[in-house]
């Protein structure tokens, strides 16, 4: 079994700049119904003080690549950016974080993804975001022909399934074993997305997106027919934590700790990502469970979806959880 440097990884998807403007008092959520129900009132004219701004950089396939770097795994990023300073401020920061940065490409139509996220007391936020060299991908750009990497991790691709179709099959050809969080994007075509399954070894969605693709209720029932499509599926549910399987035993996880959420970006990416990079290595599954759900808990404690990800020397520590054999 390879371990740390040895492994390799390549993150394929997205990256933004994200930029977090926060401690405002004109950001109180209006109306006091649930937290979907409430939104931020900006008056037309109006000129809103603000007095905290964060600059960080997102983008599902960036934040993973960090958590394996900060795992001491070899991750490459491969995604597409502007010629543009957001672009500029998302290679420094993989450059920071030791991310092979040799295949990303620049699009010359677009801008690199952008977004403004509106923070309030209360840890919620309004997102405005602009996609832009986000969700506009050339198969030419991907492509893994001469790549030598044990896995592909691949979050969003924006719902461009003739680069996932080439992704996956040159990936398979070459031997790598493939991690999916599909995105938004691809859900909508459950089955385009169904067919691309039976190349994907690790399947990782929350309990909402699972649904758009099997029956089921819970989601142990979800992760259960989830198997019959791939050999090892994952569903998470924010803070009720996680159901796991790779088909030998069934995990099901609460929550790793019990902590003020400041900021929720990046929280899957977090917990997929902090479970890849503990799977790689051979650990098992529930060691796998326990440091992506440690990882996307420190994560949400902070601004931006980098900032928290765990580095090689974080101790974890026990967490609520219980296997059985799968009948
Ligand atoms: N409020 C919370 N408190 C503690 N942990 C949380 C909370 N929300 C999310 N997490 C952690 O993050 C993991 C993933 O969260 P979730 O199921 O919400 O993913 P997601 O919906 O894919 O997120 P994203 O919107 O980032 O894609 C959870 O399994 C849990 O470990
Ligand atoms: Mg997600």
């Known amino acids: 079994m390879k371990s740390g440097?040895?492994?390799?990884?390549?993150?394929?998807?997205?990256?933004?700049?994200?930029?977090?403007?926060?401690?405002?008092?004109?950001?109180?959520?209006v109306s006091d119904r649930s937290a979907h129900e409430q939104f931020m009132k900006l008056e037309l004219g109006a000129k809103a003080d603000v007095n905290s701004i964060t600059f960080s950089t997102g983008g599902g396939a960036t934040n993973a690549a960090v958590t394996f770097t900060r795992q001491r795994l070899h991750a490459v990023f491969m995604g597409t950016i502007g010629d543009d300073p957001a672009g500029q401020a998302v290679l420094n920061d993989l450059d920071r974080e030791n991310v092979d940065t040799s295949h990303v490409s620049y699009s010359d139509k677009y801008h690199t993804g952008y977004s403004v996220l509106l923070l309030a007391p209360t840890g919620e936020r309004t997102i405005l975001t602009y996609r832009g060299a986000s969700t506009h991908y050339h198969a030419k750009y991907?492509?893994?022909?001469?790549?030598?990497?044990?896995?592909?991790?691949?979050?969003?691709?924006?719902?461009?399934?003739d680069v996932l179709d080439k992704l996956f099959t040159q990936a398979k050809r070459n031997g790598m074993k493939i991690m999916f969080n599909p995105g938004k994007r691809e859900l909508a075509h459950p089955n385009k997305l169904k067919s691309l399954l039976?190349?994907?070894d690790v399947l990782s969605v929350n309990k909402e997106e699972m649904a758009h693709i099997v029956e089921g209720k819970t989601s142990?029932?979800?992760?259960?027919?989830?198997?019959?499509?791939?050999?090892?599926?994952?569903?998470?549910?924010?803070?009720?934590?996680?159901?796991?399987?790779d088909g030998k035993t069934i995990v099901t996880a609460g929550m790793y700790q019990d902590v003020k959420v400041i900021d929720r970006t990046g929280a899957g990416d977090a917990f997929g990502s902090g479970f890849l990079s503990q799977w790689a290595q051979g650990k098992s599954l529930v060691d796998s469970i326990v440091f992506g759900s440690a990882n996307s808990t420190s994560v949400?404690?902070?601004?931006?979806?980098?900032?928290?990800?765990?580095h090689h020397d974080a101790r974890l520590h026990h967490m609520p959880l219980h296997e059985k054999p799968v009948k």
């Open 220 to 245: 142990e029932e979800l992760v259960t027919h989830a198997l019959n499509l791939v050999s090892v599926a994952i569903v998470s549910d924010g803070p009720n934590g996680v159901v796991a399987s």
């Open 198 to 200: 039976d190349d994907v």
């Open 142 to 161: 991907f492509d893994l022909s001469g790549v030598d990497g044990d896995w592909l991790y691949v979050s969003s691709m924006a719902g461009c399934f």
């Open 5 to 29: 440097k040895n492994i390799k990884i390549i993150s394929v998807g997205a990256a933004v700049q994200d930029v977090f403007l926060s401690h405002s008092d004109e950001f109180e959520p």
């Open 300 to 310: 949400v404690q902070h601004i931006g979806a980098k900032t928290g990800i765990l």
